[in-house]
């Protein structure tokens, strides 16, 4: 790395004043506090939201809602934030992807201090999948260029930075087929070996940043080569969000995604350490049609402590997909906290 530009940052987050009640630039205090393997238990929350079909020009997010969520976290001793960046940063190399309102480095880097001292590890997250990255601004029309390859290396060494070389760094990579951007009116999608390559070069330079790779799974739903290609430091996230239609049956004829299920149990097989990720933001929908509620963190945990060898299930997160904007979105994160501390205690 050009140690001039290392200095540069590490002297813009120290030189930067707190921000926020108990924020001090430490860095040693920002990467201090670390989750128990095994016994992590993550939070999802959104600081960017363009990773979809309708990028914002402004940050849309309501501070005051955000920061009591994550006084809420701290109360149900949820342990791991994962802090979903997109925009909401602005990239000390690449300032140009920053909207309105997005946070400076010394902000962003105060507030990790100030939840490791709540005693919740922070890591964060860039989904480079080509259907979540419309936070790569004009990059994302880029993909597999040198240009591309040149600005994912730099954004994930100033995030590694600025979260002060985080254990984990998730890099997304779900979703990325042509119905998931049907909604899109430009379509991107690697195939084969392409595929490979891209989503190795996340991985190298997130190795390379001092952070273990962290994905979502679901490449694996459908390709088989996933168990021998992806190498087994990749942390893993497989999600099953929504079993009201097929509960946590293993028989295909019973149940639809039953595949999806079977995954978690495959990845055990190959040596994979797991972080399973459930949801409870299918909720509102199934209310509306009148359908069972069974949000899915509940099963899940059951369901991966059955499954899942201890050596490699390392906890469970939980991803509400709720924007914290306004009450509605605080309501719903709120919620999805509240059942995901009940499904780990058992008491549902």
Request: charged letters at 25%; glycine letters at 8%; proline letters at 4%.
């Amino acid at each position: 790395m050009n140690v001039r530009r290392r200095c540069f940052i590490q002297n813009t987050l120290l030189a930067g004043t707190a921000i926020g009640t108990g924020c001090v630039h430490n860095a040693k205090a920002a990467a201090g506090f670390r989750a128990k393997d095994g016994d992590i238990r993550a939070v999802l929350l959104h600081l960017g939201y363009n990773m979809w079909h309708n990028p914002q020009t402004e940050l849309n997010l309501n501070e005051a809602l955000w920061d009591k969520t994550i006084d809420f976290m701290a109360e149900k001793k949820m342990n791991m934030l994962v802090v979903d960046v997109g925009e909401g940063l602005v990239f000390p190399s690449h300032p140009e992807l920053a909207v309105k309102g997005s946070w400076t480095p010394q902000k962003l880097h105060a507030f990790v201090t100030r939840v490791s001292g709540l005693g919740i590890e922070v890591v964060p997250k860039l989904n480079f999948s080509a259907t979540h990255d419309a936070w790569l601004g004009v990059y994302q029309r880029m993909v597999s260029t040198k240009k591309y390859y040149e600005v994912v290396k730099d954004v994930i060494r100033d995030t590694a930075e600025i979260f002060s070389s985080p254990r984990l760094f998730h890099l997304g990579w779900d979703e990325e087929t042509p119905q998931h951007q049907g909604r899109q009116d430009y379509v991107v999608v690697r195939k084969g070996d392409l595929w490979w390559h891209d989503f190795l070069y996340t991985v190298k330079c997130t190795e390379d940043a001092g952070s273990r790779p962290w994905v979502w799974s679901d490449y694996g739903w459908h390709h088989t080569d996933y168990l021998t290609r992806c190498p087994k430091s990749v942390m893993q996230s497989n999600w099953y969000y929504d079993e009201a239609l097929g509960g946590m049956s293993l028989d295909k004829e019973k149940n639809r995604y039953a595949n999806i299920l079977q995954l978690y149990l495959d990845l055990d097989k190959a040596g994979f350490d797991q972080i399973p990720c459930g949801s409870n933001w299918l909720s509102g929908a199934h209310k509306r049609e009148q359908r069972p509620v069974n949000d899915s963190i509940v099963p899940l945990v059951k369901f991966c402590r059955d499954n899942v060898s201890p050596a490699h299930l390392k906890g469970f997160m939980m991803a509400s997909w709720s924007y914290i904007k306004d009450e509605q979105g605080y309501e719903n994160s709120h919620a999805g906290i509240e059942l995901f501390d009940r499904a780990l205690r058992g008491e549902v």
